[in-house]
């Protein structure tokens, strides 16, 4: 099967894509990755890092996710909301 990403998911782990590029991969406006990001502290299971006031991405994550592999996520703030939940406590109190 070709690989038709515009980068190859054996890329340097230091290569990084702006939130403007991600959008244009995912054909969405940027706004939609920052609020998703804003909500969720996470888009897509992707964290960006923050760098003098820019996200930048990282590419491998990226073309994994593009190739449909999963992106694992950290439980420790999942497994908080998720109790608060189940207890009917405001998540935002906690």
């Known amino acids: 099967m070709p690989n038709n990403l515009p980068f190859s998911p054996n890329?340097?782990?230091?290569?990084?894509?702006?939130?403007?590029?991600?959008?244009?991969?995912?054909?969405?406006?940027?706004?939609?990755?920052?609020?998703?990001?804003?909500?969720?502290?996470?888009?897509?299971?992707?964290?960006?890092l923050k760098l003098s006031g820019r996200l930048l991405w990282d590419s491998a994550a990226i073309a994994r996710l593009l190739a449909g592999d999963a992106v694992a996520l950290s439980t420790?703030?999942?497994?908080?909301?998720?109790?608060?939940?189940?207890?009917?406590?405001?998540?935002h109190a906690l």
Not at 12 to 35: D, N, Y
Not at 77 to 87: G, L, Y
């Open 11 to 48: 890329t340097h782990s230091a290569a990084k894509t702006t939130t403007e590029e991600l959008a244009g991969l995912l054909r969405i406006v940027p706004q939609s990755i920052r609020a998703g990001l804003c909500r969720n502290g996470h888009y897509l299971g992707l964290k960006p």
């Open 76 to 91: 420790s703030n999942s497994s908080k909301s998720k109790s608060a939940k189940s207890t009917g406590v405001d998540a």
